[in-house]
């Protein structure tokens, strides 16, 4: 799939007519759906220029992305329906990188996504801050593992986690009981009457054994996730270094004399 975003005819359309601020296009191009519409601040910022909205397949879900493209030099005010149209024309879309779905091609449209579809692109900012976020999760587990192994060793039974909202308002809080037997509901809305929470059913009780089995089960998973994660970056670090290899010998023999 490819699109050299080349003009498009509009008939039935005055292109000389002056843009409206509501100004909607949809049309079929390269296999997919795509709007148009001027955006607020080609009218509501001096010296912005024309600019447009475009999504794909709008209204589907999950979003399948949305772009802008912008004229700097052209006054919203001095702009046409064909200026417009024009605009939308030079957004090009292109084979996801990832996947082969429909992408916004990075070069004729203002986007983060790289050459990316929505999916692939909201898909990699989650694995990136699980990556991030990971080191400080195994560390957080093992230490709730380790809570949880002895105060089973001293005889506890339960863990109560509860969510404390104050009475007197401020930022809720939680905080985490072990118990030497199941309490009661009765027992446990007394238990955080104590602590002043204007709200007594917001809590989660584990026996330590279940507690314990689910706590290993996600500690494995997390450190499962560590070990692909650092297989994934050996490799990236692999094709990068054939690449500059690649690179280096194609300089090389272009500097021959011939």
């Known amino acids: 799939m490819s699109d050299s975003s080349s003009p498009q005819p509009y008939p039935g359309i005055d292109t000389s007519a002056p843009l409206p601020r509501d100004f909607t296009f949809t049309t079929q191009r390269a296999g997919v759906t795509l709007t148009a519409r001027v955006e607020h601040p080609s009218w509501s910022y001096s010296n912005w220029g ?6 794909i397949n709008e209204g589907a879900k999950p979003n399948q992305g949305r772009t802008s493209a912008r004229r700097p030099e052209l006054p919203f005010e001095q702009a046409t329906v064909g200026d417009a149209l024009a605009l939308f024309d030079s957004v090009g879309i292109v084979p996801c990188r990832t996947c082969s779905a429909p992408a916004f091609d990075p070069a004729t449209s203002e986007t983060n996504r790289e050459g990316e579809c929505e999916s692939c692109f909201l898909r990699r900012l989650e694995r990136d801050f699980e990556r991030q976020t990971l080191p400080s999760r195994i560390r957080d587990l093992k230490a709730e593992l380790q809570r949880a192994v002895d105060h089973k060793a001293k005889g506890f039974t339960h863990r109560l986690l509860a969510m404390i909202h104050p ?5 809720d809080y939680l905080v985490e009981f072990f118990t030497e037997k199941e309490p009661t509901p009765a027992e446990i809305e007394k238990l955080l009457k104590k602590r002043r929470s204007a709200v007594l059913n917001d809590y989660r009780l584990t026996h330590l054994d279940i507690l314990q089995t689910s706590l290993q089960e996600a500690l ?5 996730d560590k070990a692909a994660f650092a297989a994934e970056k050996a490799a990236a670090r692999k094709v990068a270094a054939k690449a500059a290899r690649d690179a280096k010998k194609s300089i090389g023999a272009a500097a021959k004399p011939r």
Do not use: D, R
């Not at 024309?50 to 999504?55: H, K, P, R």
């Not at 009475?167 to 930022?171: R, T």
């Open 50 to 55: 024309l600019q447009i909205g475009v999504t």
């Open 220 to 224: 494995a998973k997390a450190e499962a």
């Open 167 to 171: 009475e007197a308002g401020g930022s």
